[in-house]
């Protein structure tokens, strides 16, 4: 087996040499393309002795010629390593000529430069760029890039590259050219390019100093409709870092392009962003308003990353979050300023609560900075973004607004222009604001979620109300013993007629500092028992367990003011019930919901109009993977029988109010993807849900009558979900069919046509999966695809994918191996679910772990997919 070696972070050693300037050619032929690198080389001062130059390639490039000043060097001089090539001896400064083909249609692995359908472009990060020249690519190499494409003119009309276009001509045979120069040093993995016959929406934004910037959003002919979302999303990301961050572009044009081949979501490559057609494409009538909300974030993400990652950019790719968990957060607090923060923010969680908390108690758990890896492309994790973006946010929420921007401004400036460490960013933190934060850095390094544990005391006659919090951190691999970490606790106190207290700040909320195993925090003046509501905003990334009654619960739900612990107690409710309800379950007991329960939601009902968005997140259940992620042994079935049965004894106590609520919320003018708009649609379609659960002809029909009448995706698609989901098997057959005569020609809408398929609960499902691969729309190679069908399966189809004669889990390996040899990242990103094998009882444990044992037993596997199963059997 090939297996590469594991990397260590205390291992890093600086460059020796360092690259001047880059000019690269890149010839495109109709088989191949051929690319002349040119470097400018000079040893690093600090390394007076350094003979020995280490270029970066992957095993499987093509090396045509090389000359070191000119000649071609005597070929004891040079010599290929695993993935290095190695000159020695090598003089202090000199010209280094590269010359290397590639066979783009045949790159499968989609890192490097590829075809994604009749365009060619390219994904670098993190280490795609090895995959085109020899170079040292790492991310602390910083050089000056000037490209010329070279390509026929009639197939490729448009050639892009970063930086600014500063020359162009056309050559014999049909074929131009054109040089791109890109003023700001970069390391490799900002390098991008692409060709092909596309189409552009232009328009321009004046920064704040009065400069124009060209602004070009590129995609197929057929897609120019769907991009103006985009581009408005783009110049909002403009003015808000401007006007939040103090930060201008630097170009004088930033260019997006959609490609339907794409690995993640999008990439920040300098001046050039590539993004997955699914993060950029927008329209009413195919794009739902979550997918809006998609575009909008994952725009504002690329653009961010122009100074949290581009102009300020990595040492090395431990220090990933430094970029990744940063502009997470920005991109995070610019949705909550365009939208409903606390609702944003009750997304935000449900995320890290549910995936991240579930990868920091599996096999892969790491720190936000790792310690090691053998493949970083693994490392593209929910701990370094969502996490990361956590870590950020409680240097923001423990410095305040005012210092935390005071900290960014002297980070960007103090590292312009650098490739830095997390420590950096932090040391930026500690001199704005003169604060140690030695064991705030805990978090960058110790890996788990950590529990808190709160109790309190009340003494009426003192006037003094006293909390303790006890935290603590589970073992994670390679990590047994944690030491206390220091986060901030945000509480306020409740009076008994639901008026908040004054507390000692003045202010209705507090901060609590917490960086002991056990501390009490003392509050004066406490004229009457408080209630305390903890962890408002989810100040922290933390497990927190306070013993409230069901009726401080329902309290809470009704009065907190912070609009997140509203929600969070409703949650909580419904998660003791469903605890209950799986212990009965699995005990073979009839299943009731007790009739408080049920006013609690009729009373939610009741006050729907005034919220409608964050009304809908709290007439919604907790999630399947959420009551997994706090499962003792996770039931799948239990799991989903008794959310099911929750669903429809709600629907069924509650019909009339249902109804009313979505009658009421019927829009009456065109669809429009105003929050108001998306808030009524969300409220309304979650009614629609509780109604089809019902299984009565009188809400199929309401549901259909949807289908047909709406003029737009989200009520489209909500209706679509519900019959396809329900019990009316022919129904189902025939609305899938229609929207699939309807939409076939939609990518992106047949990629929700195959998610409604592949996550249908209904057994048989995986029959159903089967016969999709085999279906016209679907595309083996295409990511996009792979992750409609594949990983929709496998994770949002628990009780299929569990099946008890492990179908699902011999299904999801078969793949594993096939897909290992054509696109090594995808395959290591299907493997979550049986990674989390423990988590389950015995025998499905032994199912599980026999698939993955069946994986590693192939041999040959990509270092990707070695990583993930290897430590998932230890
Ligand atoms: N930097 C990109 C982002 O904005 C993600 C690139 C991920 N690439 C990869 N090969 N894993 O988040
Ligand atoms: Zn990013």
Partial sequence: ??????????????????????????????????????????????????????????????????????????????????????????????DLEIETRLYPAE????????????????QCEAEGFRRITFYPDRPDVMSVFSTTLVADKARFPILLSNGNPVEQGDLDGGRHWVTWQDPFPKPAYLFALVAGDLSCLEDHFITASGRRVALQIYAERKDLEKLEHAMTALKNAMRWDEQVYGREY????????????????AMENKGLNIFNTACVLAHPRTTTDAGFQRVESVVAHEYFHNWSGN?????????????????????????????????????????????????????????????????????????????????????????????????TDLYFDRHDGQAVTTDDFVKAMEDVSGRDLTQFKRWYSQAGTPRLEVTDEYDAVAQRYLLTVRQSCPPTPEQSEKVPFHLPLSVGLLRADGQPFILATGQTTQLLEVTQAEQTFCFDGIDEQPLPSLLRDFSAPVKLSYAYTQQQLRFLLQHDEDGFNRWDAGQQLSMRLVQQLIESFQRG??????????????????????????????????????????????????????????????AEALESSWLRVYQQ??????????????????????????????????????????????????????????????????????????????????????????????????PGALSRVKQLLEHPVYDSRNPNK???????????????????????????ADHILLLDKQNPQIAARLLTPLTRWRRYAPARQAQMQAQLQRIIDTGNLSGDVYEVVSKSLK
């Fill in 589 to 650: 007991e009839a299943l009731a919901l007790p009739k408080d329960y049920i006013d609690t939601w009729k009373a939610l009902l009741q006050n729907a109009s005034e919220d409608p968005a964050m009304s809908a997140l709290l007439l919604t259940l907790p999630s399947e993977a959420y009551i997994s992620e706090n499962a003792a042994v996770i039931d799948p079935v239990a799991i989903h029988h008794v959310r099911q049965f929750m669903r429809k004894t709600l």
């Fill in 250 to 265: 630097d170009l004088d044009i930033y260019m997006i392009v959609a490609v339907d081949f794409f690995n993640m979501g």
């Fill in 107 to 122: 790159n499968t692995a989609l890192e490097g430069l590829y075809l994604s359908d009749d365009m060619y472009c390219t």
């Fill in 665 to 762: 919320h019927d829009g009456e003018q065109a669809y429009s993807p105003e929050a108001a708009e998306i808030a009524r649609r969300s409220l309304r379609n979650t009614c629609l849900g509780y109604l089809m659960a019902l299984d009565s002809p009188a809400h199929l029909a309401l549901a259909q009558q949807q289908f047909e009448t709406s003029d737009n995706m989200t009520d489209q698609f909500a209706a679509l979900v519900s019959v396809a989901h329900s019990g009316f098997r022919d129904s189902a057959d025939d609305i899938l069919t229609e929207f699939l005569n309807q939409w076939q020609h939609e990518s992106l809408v047949m990629n929700q046509w195959l998610m409604v398929q592949s996550t249908d609960p209904r």
């Fill in 311 to 407: 102009r300020v950019t990595c040492r090395d790719w431990f220090q990933l979050s430094l970029k990744e968990g940063f502009t997470v957060f920005r991109d995070q607090s610019f949705s909550a300023d365009m939208h409903s923060a606390p609702v944003q923010r009750v997304d935000e969680v449900a995320i890290l609560r549910t995936a991240q908390f579930a990868e920091d108690a599996g096999p892969m758990a790491h720190p936000v900075r790792p310690a090691s890896f053998i493949e970083i492309s693994n490392f593209y994790t929910l701990t370094v973004y969502e996490k990361g973006a956590a870590v950020v946010r409680m240097l923001h929420t423990l410095l305040g607004a005012e210092t935390f921007r005071k900290g």
């Fill in 786 to 812: 792979i992750r409609a069908v594949i990983a929709a399966f496998c994770q949002q189809n628990a009780v299929n994918f569990h099946a008890e004669d492990a179908s699902g889990y011999r299904f999801l």
């Fill in 1 to 94: 087996m090939s297996v590469k070696p594991v990397i260590y972070l205390k291992d890093y050693t600086a460059p020796k040499f360092q690259i001047d300037s880059i000019a690269l050619r890149f010839d495109l032929e109709a088989e191949s393309t051929r690319v002349t690198s040119l470097l400018k080389v000079r040893r690093h001062p600090d390394f007076p002795e350094a003979t020995q130059l280490q270029l970066d390639g992957h095993e499987s490039l093509e090396l045509v010629g090389l000359r070191l000043n000119g000649q071609v060097p005597d070929s004891s001089l040079v010599r290929r390593q695993g993935e290095q090539l190695l000159l020695d001896p090598v003089p202090e400064v000199f």
